[in-house]
């Protein structure tokens, strides 16, 4: 799943791209992936792309004041072409879901993109409305980590008192707004904290650790995503992790071997020497299947 910066270089990506071009046409390949009806998406055409934002794990293209929203989720992709097919899209299983036609009179083509989704789960979300929002996610998002003023005071107001598990709480986009269950593993890793250390149980140092591993991620991973086309990103990411999705591995910092904790349709990777002390956390999957 995209997360903050994959969504930030497709932002990116999309700016230099899409702004100042008129939308030619949406099609719908699959219209549960349209969570609103009120503007129609036929609403979009010909008016002009001004801007295009991020907010948390959403993109968010401003459309001459109405607003193409969506969040690609676990399975969802957007793919750029600068020569789309015209013909309409058939609403049916194919895994395009969505598509926007845009007009360059320079061009012969029409360029554009398409939001896909593989598998069978549908988690991609589209949304056309006059706010942002109006969009329930957007409106109950937590501040952005990257944003300016997120200093490591707002982080301790955020962790100060709570009694979530950190790995949850950094996961949970009404706290935190972009952080997934990818980068989340790689901040506590850098910050040298268990996933599971409750939130609200961490002395000052440990919360200026976790500020500063999450600035440091985030931020690296933004550089390496930058001017990357959409196709390269799902690489540069996995390609940059140092514990997530490596289980089994050696761990780049101290040599121990990467492990994992399996939940009922995720997983976390963590390095138990940097992170646990070298105690290896219970496998909550492993041992209900053994009890
Ligand atoms: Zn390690």
Redesign the pocket.
Known sequence: MPELPEVEALAEFLRQRAVGRVVARVDIGSISVLKTYDPPPTALGGLTVTAVARHGKFLDLDVDGLHLVFHLARAGWLRWSDNLPTTPVKPGKSPLALRVLLDDPDVEGRPGFDLTEQGTQKRLAVYVVRDPQDVPGIATLGPDPMADDFDVEALRRIVGGSRQQIKGLLRDQSILAGVGNAYSDEVLHAARLSPFAIAGSLDDAAVERLWTAMREVLAGAVDAARGKPAKELKDAKRAGMRVHGRTGQI?A??G?TVREVSFADSSLQY?A??QTGGKVLADRRMSRLLR
């Open positions: 761990c910092t101290c121990d390095c020497t940097c």
